[in-house]
């Protein structure tokens, strides 16, 4: 600790300013030396401890962990989050949360086709829903029933039972974190 | 865009911010201000962990250049420099003309004072020419006058670089 703040200190030397000849009573006959050569100070400096409220700092240094999750009497949350139900909502299925507390939704954007007229790439935007284990396909009837139901059209989805995960074309991710709530994940 | 649906109170300080924000800020209940960083200060301030990991001391921010000094002491844009009488009647102007009502508890008014960086501070409560020490979670301040009277100037010094 007294290395590392020694090493700091040393790196404040500052300023080295160059005397004012111009008010010194001497003529420059008199001590050719001292005008011939300009006289240099330095300033180095020492330092004192300054009472800050270490929280003020605190407060700007990125957070090292993820925080733990916040309760759901915590309060309605600007951002619509909400907390898992606990115990779990009894379906067949379960959909968990990323480590950051957060619907498992994630977006893709796949190459579809070329467009001749403009000679550009068409993409396709596709959301992924993660993390489901159980019963996938009966995650994935619940879900486009609801996504049909609120959209009027109805979506594409793909599932992956291995992985967990289905893929839906056609809902935005804000439709797809409305379902993951309403069951109660 | 979203500002009919901007609900949150916030005390936020933005660098230019045009009359529909600060409407929205205000409606809400919030407090906004426009604040100059000349570059020095902005690299301090953009990544503060890495700026006192490297043993750099907390620089004075400067003042705004000649062209952008009327755009911050300008009440209208909620400028740093402005008073605040006349911030205060810019609300009030503002609130008559979009037709809501901006009024501001005393505590929350005295809060937000307490929360106020000064004209040369980059960080709220750290003097500038301070050094911050994370391993020693203290800050060190430096004696020497030459040192002193350079981060903290009586006359600010203008960003005249940009």
């Not at chain 1, 005397?19 to 009573?25: E, G, P, T």
């Not at chain 1, 001292?34 to 929280?55: D, G, I, M, R, Y």
């Not at chain 1, 909502?89 to 977006?107: C, E, K, N, Q, S």
């Not at chain 2, 209208?76 to 009647?89: H, K, M, Q, V």
Request: glycine share 4%.
């Amino acid at each position: 600790m007294a290395k590392r703040l020694s090493t700091v200190l040393s790196r404040c030397r500052v300023l080295q300013s160059s005397n004012i000849r111009y008010f010194s009573s001497e003529k420059p006959w008199e001590n050719p030396w001292e005008h011939a050569l300009p006289k240099q100070s330095e300033t180095f400096t020492t330092f004192k401890e300054s009472p800050v409220n270490w929280a003020n700092i605190e407060r700007l240094l990125p957070r090292s962990t993820i925080p733990p999750m916040p309760r759901a009497t915590d309060g309605p949350f600007p951002s619509g989050w909400q907390a898992p139900q606990d115990p779990p909502p009894a379906l067949p299925y379960f959909i968990g949360r990323t480590r950051y507390h957060l619907p498992p939704l994630f977006l893709e954007r796949r190459r579809d086709e070329l467009n001749p007229m403009t000679m550009d790439f068409e993409y396709v935007e596709l959301v992924a829903l993660k993390e489901i284990s159980g019963d996938v396909f009966a995650c994935d009837v619940d879900l486009k029933n609801f996504l049909e139901a609120e959209l009027g059209h109805p979506v594409a989805t793909y599932v992956d039972e291995l992985k967990g995960m289905i893929k839906v074309k056609g809902a935005p991710r804000k439709l797809l974190e409305k379902f993951v709530y309403a069951q109660g994940f | 865009q979203g500002a009919e649906v901007f609900a949150a109170k916030v005390n936020i300080e933005v660098q230019w911010a045009n009359q529909m924000t600060i409407a929205a800020t205000e409606l809400a209940g919030g407090r906004i201000r426009t604040a100059y960083y000349d570059l020095d200060s902005l690299r301090a301030a953009v990544d503060p962990q890495a700026w006192f990991r490297n043993g750099n001391p907390i620089p004075p921010r400067k003042i705004p250049p000649h062209s952008l000094i009327s755009y911050y002491t300008d009440a209208n844009n909620r400028g740093y420099l402005a008073p605040d009488s006349e911030i205060a009647t810019s609300e009030q102007r503002l609130s008559e003309i979009l037709e809501y009502t901006r009024s501001v508890p005393v505590e929350q008014a005295e809060a937000w004072e307490a929360q106020t960086k000064q004209a040369n501070q980059v960080f709220l409560g750290v003097k500038p020419g301070s050094l911050v020490s994370l391993a020693d979670r203290k800050v060190f301040e430096p004696t020497h006058p030459a040192l002193i009277e350079h981060y903290s100037p009586e006359e600010a010094l203008a960003d005249h670089l940009r």
